[in-house]
Antibody, heavy 121, light 108 residues
Framework: QVQLVESGGGLVKPGGSLRLSCAAS????????MSWIRQAPGKGLEWVSY????????NYADSVKGRFTISRDNAKNSLYLQMNSLRAEDTAVYYC??????????????WGRGTLVTVSS | SYVLTQPPSVSVAPGKTARITCGGN??????VHWYQQKPGQAPVLVIY???DRPSGIPERFSGSNSGNTATLTISRVEAGDEADYYC???????????FGTGTKVTVL
């Protein structure tokens, strides 16, 4: 079954850290770019970060650059997001998504159910 | 940074046609992708490369893109189409993915 399952969300204090994981199954994980996308409560979608299939390339939204780090372990079919220096505005549901990246575009054809991160004292 | 603007809401009667616009500077030169998100669920891709439909998406969903506006069209609207819809492009200048502001479709 082709699926993505996120985990690792929870309640964290401002300034704290959290590591999200995304387990992939049913497809050749190492063939695909992957992305993290988030959605604050009652708000729209915001792309957070992507990583290339071999981890050679990464990029981040300006809102998280320098605080978040994306990584992957192709042997474990897993994607990660290390989140440091968390702020209240990072509160959101975080989705991992398969990124159908080409040289001219990219879109997300497979999404996980998401994991909720709440940053609050 | 590249900005995509959508109307906050669109209302449509069952059986009629809903059109959701996505405005961006020269968006016609980019590939536009569309997602449907129902309450409490993850987004689902409904249109990619402006007008292609993934398998399993009804033919009632179609897309177009020209000039400064891309459009998602839902024909013969059903109650089950009630959802939030987001457009998305890749901004080559920043190598960032960009989502539109989202449109809530209400079936009357």
């Amino acid at each position: 079954q082709v699926q993505l399952v996120e985990s690792g969300g929870g309640l964290v204090k401002p300034g704290g850290s959290l590591r999200l994981s995304c387990a992939a199954s049913g497809f050749t994980f190492s063939d695909y770019y992957m992305s993290w996308i988030r959605q604050a409560p009652g708000k729209g979608l915001e792309w957070v970060s992507y990583i290339s299939s071999s981890s050679s390339y990464t990029n981040y939204a300006d809102s998280v650059k320098g605080r978040f780090t994306i990584s992957r372990d192709n042997a474990k079919n897993s994607l990660y997001l290390q989140m440091n220096s968390l702020r209240a505005e990072d509160t959101a549901v975080y989705y991992c998504a398969r990124d159908m990246r080409t040289v001219t575009t990219g879109y997300f054809d497979l999404w996980g159910r998401g994991t909720l991160v709440t940053v609050s004292s | 940074s590249y900005v995509l603007t959508q109307p906050p809401s669109v209302s449509v009667a069952p059986g009629k046609t809903a059109r959701i616009t996505c405005g961006g500077n020269n968006i016609g030169s980019k590939s536009v992708h569309w997602y449907q998100q129902k309450p409490g669920q993850a987004p689902v891709l409904v249109i990619y490369y402006d007008s292609d439909r993934p398998s399993g998406i009804p033919e009632r969903f179609s897309g177009s893109n020209s000039g400064n506006t891309a459009t998602l069209t839902i024909s013969r609207v059903e109650a089950g189409d009630e959802a939030d819809y987001y457009c998305q492009v890749w901004d080559s200048s920043s190598d960032h993915e960009v989502f539109g502001t989202g449109t809530k479709v209400t079936v009357l």
